[in-house]
Every structure is written in structure tokens, then in C-alpha cells.
């Protein structure tokens, strides 16, 4: 009787995961923690456009407009028609 193995999970799914749990810290008011997780994310996929709009989001939160508005224009750039990216920008 073979175990049948779980197969390994693509990049993409672990990085979906991990935007997810930034997402949550985020909501949850864990700025620190939200804000690693973005980094991690986008060290590994600099152009993920969901990371740059929501740690864009956290910038301007934060207080840091000239992150904020760097990382939400090329949210923008990579996402062109996402209106909420628009609208936060």
C-alpha cells in the first residue's frame, strides 16, 4: 500500500498564501508583521501588483505619502485597469 504524496505547491500559490496573511495582519491592525510580509513578497516578485497596492495602502497609513505614491503608481502600472488601484493612488 503506497502513501500518496501531496504534490508540492507552485510559487504562486505561496505567494497568494502569503499576500493573504499580510492582508489579514493588515486588517488586523499587525502593521509590523503585515509590513515583513509585503517586503518577503515582493523581494520575491517585485512586480506583484496586489502586494504594491496594499503595502502602498499601509504607506499612506502609515504616514509615508512618497512611499505610498511609489509603490501605488506601479501598482497601477502593472494592473492598469484596477480602478480601486486608481482610486487609491
Same mark, same amino acid.
Given at each position: 500500500?503506497?502513501?500518496?504524496?501531496?504534490?508540492?505547491?507552485?510559487?504562486?500559490?505561496? $505567494?497568494?498564501?502569503?499576500?493573504?496573511?499580510? #492582508? #489579514?495582519?493588515?486588517?488586523?491592525?499587525?502593521?509590523?508583521?503585515?509590513?515583513?510580509?509585503?517586503?518577503?513578497? *515582493?523581494?520575491?516578485?517585485?512586480?506583484?501588483?496586489?502586494? *504594491?497596492? *496594499?503595502?502602498?495602502? $499601509?504607506?499612506?497609513?502609515?504616514?509615508?505619502?512618497?512611499?505610498?505614491?511609489?509603490?501605488?503608481?506601479?501598482?497601477?502600472? &502593472?494592473?492598469? &485597469?484596477?480602478?480601486?488601484?486608481?482610486?487609491? *493612488?
Amino acid at each position: 500500500m503506497s502513501a500518496r504524496a501531496t504534490p508540492p505547491r507552485p510559487p504562486n500559490a505561496l $505567494l497568494d498564501q502569503a499576500l493573504a496573511a499580510a #492582508a #489579514a495582519h493588515h486588517r488586523a491592525g499587525r502593521v509590523p508583521l503585515a509590513r515583513a510580509l509585503y517586503e518577503e513578497i *515582493l523581494r520575491a516578485a517585485p512586480d506583484q501588483a496586489d502586494a *504594491l497596492h *496594499l503595502y502602498g495602502v $499601509l504607506k499612506a497609513q502609515s504616514g509615508d505619502a512618497a512611499g505610498a505614491v511609489a509603490l501605488l503608481a506601479r501598482a497601477v502600472k &502593472r494592473a492598469p &485597469r484596477r480602478a480601486a488601484f486608481h482610486a487609491d *493612488l
